[in-house]
């Protein structure tokens, strides 16, 4: 069996992100069907309807130091004075078993997962200009004031690094953006790296069929 291709979404905070991601997931709109999203740890507390265990695991910073000191995270970064990290547990094991895996991460902990899985697909996901982040973050009223200028003041030094991404997505519209990133799922999968089993075994029924083939075409 293949592994599972990875996916490494990262995107300043209020770019409607979260949006797309639902609507590629299960049940999602634009549904690409088995890919899974990594659950990350955090110390922030939850938002509106967060729930523990699906948006996050949402943790105190003994607990995560604790996780840090025992190794348990792929990559962990301090974003907006909060902690947040991805746990091997919630990426590793699911690739190996053949599934694919979405992770929600920062510039920072996106760098670290390039360099320790260079295969992984790095897609970046821009508002389309100031204006609409900072609209998108006072609109949806889960932050404080003070938070959504820390996270405004940060999103340049973010936007700026979507170089070093693979893909990227400009989210004018949510229904255009979430097809963009489906499509990119969709076509990971067709990379021949991941279909070479499958193709392989077509191409050895080739190799055993035309040695009949050819005595049927040329009897004489
Ligand atoms: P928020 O607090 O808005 O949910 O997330 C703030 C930032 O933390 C976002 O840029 C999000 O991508 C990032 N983030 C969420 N989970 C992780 C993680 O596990 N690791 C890293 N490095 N960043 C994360």
Redesign the pocket.
């Known amino acids: 069996m293949p592994r599972g291709e990875l996916f490494i979404?990262?995107?300043?905070?209020?770019s409607g992100?979260?949006t797309l991601i639902r609507n590629v997931l299960e049940g999602g709109r634009y549904a690409v069907g088995d890919l899974r999203f990594?659950v990350?740890?955090?110390t922030?507390p939850p938002?509106g309807v967060?729930r523990d265990g699906e948006?996050?695991w949402f943790v105190d910073r003994e607990r995560f130091h604790g996780m840090i000191a025992a190794g348990e995270?792929l990559?962990?970064?301090q974003?907006?004075d909060?902690f947040?990290?991805?746990s091997r547990a919630e990426v590793v094991p699911h690739l190996e078993a053949g599934v694919d895996v979405l992770?929600?991460?920062?510039?920072?902990?996106?760098e670290?997962v390039m360099a320790e899985h260079p295969e992984a697909h790095s897609v970046f996901v821009m508002p389309p200009s100031f204006a609409v982040l900072r609209e998108r973050l006072h609109g949806r009223g889960l932050?404080q004031r003070e938070e959504i200028a820390r996270?405004l003041a940060v999103s340049l030094s973010?936007i700026r690094c979507y170089e070093r991404y693979e893909y990227a997505i400009v989210n004018r519209e949510v229904d255009e953006a979430s097809r963009a990133l489906a499509a990119i799922v969709k076509a990971a999968r067709h990379r021949v790296r991941r279909l070479r089993e499958e193709v392989d075994a077509v191409v050895d029924l080739f190799a055993r069929e035309i040695p009949q083939a050819r005595a049927v075409v040329a009897p004489k």
């Open positions: 979404l990262s995107a300043p905070s209020g992100k979260t990594s990350s740890h955090t922030r938002r967060e948006d996050y995270f990559e962990w970064a974003v907006h909060n947040y990290g991805t992770m929600d991460i920062d510039v920072q902990g996106a670290r932050d996270r973010e």
